[in-house]
């Protein structure tokens, strides 16, 4: 499967973007997904999970409460709703699929994930 995210952009502090990670050469519903961001200089962290059912989802400490993860299996399409940004949440984010199915203890490695494909910057000024 080949992944794509979109959406990303230049916004002040507490404003809000809504990224989308579009798929294509397979089904998204057959994946646990997940958003990653990469800030220049530091390591891909990772942001935030949704099961395949999007029954449960798992954030990192950093955007819980401001960040909402959600899927259309039916759009093969995955979004991160973003709110409240703050200049710290600068970076390029990617989606990605999970290997290893749903498992939070391993979630938050990026080497449990596959499919990177192309990042979207988001750039928040203070």
């Known amino acids: 499967v080949q992944l794509q995210a979109f959406g990303g952009g230049l916004v002040q502090a507490e404003g809000f973007l809504r990224l989308s990670c579009a798929a294509s050469g397979g089904f998204l519903s057959t994946y646990v997904m997940g958003w990653f961001r990469q800030a220049p200089g530091k390591e891909r962290e990772f942001v935030a999970a949704i099961s395949r059912s999007a029954h449960s989802t798992y954030y990192a400490d950093s955007v819980k409460g401001r960040f909402t993860v959600s899927r259309d299996n039916s759009k093969n399409t995955l979004y991160l709703q973003m709110n409240s940004l703050k200049p710290e949440d600068t970076a390029v984010y990617y989606c990605?699929?999970?290997?290893?199915?749903?498992?939070?203890?391993?979630?938050?490695?990026?080497?449990?994930?596959?499919?990177w494909g192309h990042g979207t910057q988001v750039t928040v000024s203070s």
């Open positions: 990605a699929v999970g290997t290893r199915g749903w498992n939070i203890p391993i979630l938050t490695s990026s080497r449990n994930f596959a499919s």
